[in-house]
C-alpha cells in the first residue's frame, strides 16, 4: 500500500494512543500463566501483540476479546505442549520472552517468524538459556530462527548481559521462575523495566538491586487483571510531528512515562523543543500521563550515548526531529540498530537521503545536517513499522509518498487515521 500525504500545514488536537506493545506481550504470557481468570485492559491489538495471543492459546490459555479487552483464562506455570510451529510473526519481543517461557516447560516445542524476524540474532536468548539447562536447538546452532526447545530441568545462573538489551533480561527472568536456586541478570545499563513491573504486580519473586535483578522458582499465582498504558513509542511519532510542523500543538494523553522508556524526551528538550509531560496516574506500578507538544526552532545537539537504551525504538522519530533542526545532530551508541526488524541505521540513512537531507552514517552511528527536507519525497519502509510512521513524519510539512504504508499495523494500525484526524484538526478538534 502506497499512501500520498499532501503538505501539511499543521497539526492539531488530543489523542489517546493504543496500548503499549512491551506491557501488552507480557501481560499476555504471565495472564497465561497465572491461575484464573483476568482482564487485560486497553492491551495492544496490532501485528506483533495479536501473534502473542495466538501463541500462548497454543500453549492452552484461553484468550478472547472482549469488546477492547483481552478476557485471558490462565492454566498455571505448566503450559500445554503446542500442537503445531509458534508463529510469532515480526516480533522480536515475542520470540526471545517465550523462548524463556518454553525454557521451563518439559515439552517440546518450535518458533518461526517471518522473514525479518528469521534474520534478527538469537544466540543471546538461546546461549543463557541453554547454561541453565534448556536444550535448545535452531539454525546456525541456534543463533538464529526457527528454533526447537524442549525445556525443564533449569538450573539458576548468574548472567552478565552482553548487551543492553530488556528482552535478554526478561527472557532470563522468566526462565528462572522454573529453576532450582537464584537467577541473576547484570545489566550493562538501564534497560526498559516492565517484566520487573509485572512481576511485582503479580507478586512474583524479584529483588533488585543496582543493576541486579534476581528471581527464583515461582510458587503457583493468582490472576489478575492489569491496565495497560499508552505506548511512548506510539506518541512519540505524534510529538516529533508537532514539533516539526508550523503551527501546531498535540496533546497525548494516557501515555506511559516509565522513565524506562522516556529518553527520547530528554533529547528533544535539549533540542530546544517546545514539550511538556506530567504524570498524572500509575497503572499498576507504570507511571502514566500528558504530553504537550507545539511547533518548534529545534536545534542539532551530540546525543548522550548512555540515553540510547532508553529510546532505543524512538531514534528513527529523532532522526526525523533532527532532519529538521538548525545545525547537525549525532547520535551514538546505535549497533543494536542494526539488529531491528531492519538494519534501521541503514534504512533512516536512506531516508534521509531520498528526503534530501544530508547524512553520514558509521558503524554504530549517524550524523544528520539538519535544516529541512525537499518537497513532495517518497520513502521506503524496509518492511520496518518505525520506519514507515518516522519518515512519514519526517516528510509532513512538505508532503511524502510512502511505500508499504499498511507495515504500522505491526505496532499502531489506527496510525494513519489518527493522522489524518490530527492534520484535520485543525479547525474542528483543536485543543
Ligand atoms: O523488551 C521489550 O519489550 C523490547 C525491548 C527492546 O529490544 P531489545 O531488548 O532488543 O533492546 C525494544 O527494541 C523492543 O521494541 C521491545
Ligand atoms: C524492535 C521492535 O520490536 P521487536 O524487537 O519486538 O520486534 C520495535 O517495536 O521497534
Known amino acids: 500500500m502506497e499512501l500520498r500525504i499532501p503538505p501539511t500545514r499543521s497539526l492539531r488536537g488530543r489523542l489517546r494512543v493504543p496500548g503499549d506493545k512491551s506491557v501488552t506481550h507480557r501481560g499476555l504470557m504471565l495472564g497465561a500463566l497465572a491461575q484464573g481468570e483476568s482482564t487485560l485492559y486497553h492491551p495492544l491489538k496490532a501485528g506483533d501483540t495479536l ?43 515475542l520470540m526471545r520472552l517465550l523462548v524463556g517461557l518454553l525454557a521451563g516447560q518439559e515439552f517440546f516445542a518450535v518458533l518461526s517468524g517471518d522473514a525479518s524476524l528469521r534474520r534478527r540474532p538469537m544466540g543471546r536468548v538461546t546461549a543463557p538459556l541453554r547454561q541453565m539447562g534448556a536444550r535448545i536447538e535452531g539454525r546456525e546452532n541456534g543463533r538464529l530462527a526457527p528454533l526447537a526447545v524442549r525445556g525443564g530441568g533449569l538450573r539458576g545462573i548468574h548472567y552478565e548481559l552482553p548487551v ?18 537464584d537467577t541473576e541478570v547484570v545489566e550493562p545499563a538501564p534497560t526498559r523495566d516492565h517484566t520487573e513491573r509485572l512481576f511485582r504486580h503479580y507478586g512474583l519473586p524479584l529483588e533488585v538491586e543496582g543493576g541486579l535483578v534476581r528471581t527464583r522458582r515461582a510458587d503457583p499465582f493468582a490472576a489478575k487483571d492489569l491496565t495497560v498504558p499508552g505506548d511512548f513509542s506510539s506518541a512519540a511519532f505524534f510529538v516529533v510531528a508537532a514539533l516539526i510542523t508550523p503551527d501546531s500543538e498535540v496533546i497525548l494523553e494516557g501515555v506511559g512515562l516509565n522513565p524506562t522508556r522516556t529518553g527520547l524526551l530528554t533529547v528533544l528538550k535539549e533540542m530546544g523543543a517546545d514539550l511538556t509531560w506530567e504524570v498524572t496516574e500509575g497503572k499498576e506500578g507504570e507511571p502514566v500521563g500528558v504530553i504537550q507538544a507545539r511547533s518548534s526552532a529545534l536545534k542539532g545537539v551530540s546525543v548522550d550515548p548512555g540515553l540510547i537504551p532508553l529510546m532505543v525504538d524512538e ?23 542494526r539488529v531491528k526488524e ?27 545536517r539538519g535544516g529541512g527536507v525537499r518537497s513532495d519525497g517518497v520513502v521506503e519502509p524496509f518492511h520496518d513499522h518505525r520506519i514507515a510512521m518516522a519518515f512519514a513524519v519526517c516528510g509532513l510539512p512538505k508532503g511524502v509518498v510512502v511505500r508499504e504504508a499498511h507495515w504500522a499495523s505491526i505496532s499502531f494500525p489506527s496510525f494513519w487515521d489518527d493522522l489524518e484526524r490530527l492534520r484535520g484538526g485543525a479547525s474542528s478538534d483543536g485543543p
Open 315 to 337: 531514534v528513527p522519530a529523532l532522526a526525523a526531529a533532527a532532519a529538521w533542526a538548525e545545525g547537525e545532530t549525532y547520535i551514538p551508541n546505535l549497533s543494536e540498530l
Open 51 to 93: 501473534s502473542t495471543a495466538q501463541a500462548m492459546r497454543q500453549l492452552g490459555a484461553e484468550i478472547n476479546e472482549v469488546g477492547e479487552h483481552f478476557r485471558i483464562r490462565g492454566i498455571g506455570l505448566r503450559l500445554q505442549e503446542p500442537p503445531d510451529v509458534l508463529d510469532c510473526g515480526n516480533a522480536g519481543t
Open 342 to 368: 531492519s538494519d534501521r541505521l541503514a534504512a533512516i540513512a536512506k531516508n534521509l537521503e531520498l528526503l534530501g537531507v544530508r547524512v553520514e552514517a558509521g558503524p554504530d552511528w549517524l550524523r544528520i
Open 164 to 181: 543492553a538489551s530488556a528482552q535478554v533480561k526478561s527472557a532470563i527472568l522468566l526462565a528462572g521462575l522454573f529453576a532450582e536456586e
